[in-house]
Nanobody
């Protein structure tokens, strides 16, 4: 079982920046990929960015050039969010995928972009 704990959400003005962090712990840490999803009420959860242990990276078109995903080891992933817009307001969820395909989710952290 993998536990994911997110931190770093909050309220920021348009054009501002935030960094989200996610730390993984648990008995089995054979994680192949970690990433971030976001969800707003009434919409499906969408993939924002993902980074595999091999280094391959996916970033959604809606945030490309503004958000950067990084991992400093197999257990932590970060999402640097710059030039934030009102439409980035959502609950952001950390996601981890094990080598056997099992997925785990954090509890989510609220990001609100508003003046």
């Amino acid at each position: 079982q993998v536990q994911l704990v997110e931190s770093g959400g909050g309220l920021v003005q348009p054009g501002g920046s935030l960094v989200l962090s996610c730390a993984a712990s648990g008995a089995d840490l054979s994680i192949s990929a970690m990433g971030w999803y976001r969800q707003v009420p009434g919409k499906e959860r969408e993939l924002v960015a993902r980074r595999s242990v091999g280094g391959s990276t996916f970033v959604a078109d809606s945030v490309k050039g503004r958000f950067t995903i990084s991992r400093d080891n197999a257990k932590k992933v970060y999402l640097q969010m710059d030039s934030l817009k009102a439409e980035d307001t959502a609950i952001y969820y950390c996601n981890a995928v094990q080598n056997d395909g099992l997925e785990y989710w954090g509890r989510g952290t609220q990001v609100t972009v508003s003046s």
